[in-house]
């Protein structure tokens, strides 16, 4: 592991050039790493994985630790009926709170360890690397397009509720959605689904701070994630990933600007 603190005289201290410390999980001896071209930090003298939950620290990682106090990064958690500890990369006692920060790829069976074991908990995850491969949906014309293609991809179409196409003929907002997405009278995708795309994938879109985002070759490892996940593309935003469509590899986002999120969390 690299760890941004180690402790120095029972003090937990930054990386500098020249100093051995203690691991701040299994107190084995650790020395600072500190050349031109690496980002400053701890690494046990003996080879040990003390925590292998504990990824490779990147300066996206750094960056985002550092707009935490010191007294809030790399925590220890510890399980006192298993045992069992991990460094937490930000713990916010006040709110019973630990953030994740992700960079690398994380297999599906360390997610849900992770998240049972911290139970109170947030990703941050950094998808720089695939901002390419992701877009953000508004317009009407795309997302005619993409729905139209959601529609083709469930398995069998259902004859049209009477009562549900009554209860709805009077509200224009459905029947002009339903119009939208060129749906004739005979036949209607279900109806509990229709409305659900009416009420969640196209209202929702039309907010300010709302998208419908599809993700060309969407890791499909987060659908396992039961916690709140945001996500980063090194802009001056993050998104919180609020729903995963069931067709196709799109979520509907929530964009927060990332000094409000930072401030709520501090």
């Not at 504990?54 to 996206?60: G, H, K």
């Not at 935490?68 to 006192?80: A, G, L, N, R």
């Not at 890791?219 to 001056?236: A, L, M, Q, T, V």
Request: proline residues 2%; aromatic residues 16%.
């Amino acid at each position: 592991s690299r760890m941004k603190f180690a402790y120095v005289d029972n003090i937990k201290t930054e990386a500098k050039p020249n100093l051995t410390g203690l691991c701040i999980s299994c107190a084995k001896d650790v020395r600072s790493y500190c050349g031109d071209q690496i980002i400053h930090h701890w690494k046990h003298i003996n080879l040990s994985e003390c925590d292998f939950w504990y990824e490779r620290e990147t300066e996206w990682h750094r960056n985002w630790k550092n707009h935490f106090d010191i007294s809030y990064q790399e925590i220890v958690k510890f399980d006192t009926n298993t045992k069992e500890k991990h460094i937490a990369d930000i713990y916010l006692p006040q709110k019973d709170l630990v953030i994740e920060f992700q960079h690398s790829a994380v297999e599906i069976d360390e997610i849900k360890a992770r998240e049972l074991f911290y139970n109170r908990m947030i990703w941050v995850i950094d998808l720089t690397s695939v901002k390419n491969n992701i877009e953000f949906h508004k317009d009407k014309n795309d997302l005619k397009f993409l729905f139209d293609k959601m529609k083709s991809q469930l398995p069998k179409e259902f004859e049209i509720d009477k009562e549900f196409q009554e209860s709805h003929s009077k509200n224009n907002e459905v029947a002009d959605f339903l119009d939208f997405l060129g749906i004739g009278k005979e036949k209607i995708i279900e109806s509990q689904y229709i409305a659900k795309l009416e009420d969640k994938y196209y209202s929702l879109c039309q907010k300010d701070e709302y998208y419908l985002m599809t993700w060309k070759n969407l890791h499909k490892r987060w659908d396992f994630s039961e916690k709140p996940k945001f996500i980063d593309f090194g802009d001056d935003n993050i998104y919180q990933l609020i729903e995963r469509i069931k067709t196709g590899s799109a979520y509907i986002v929530k964009r927060y600007n990332k000094k409000y999120f930072i401030e709520h969390y501090k």
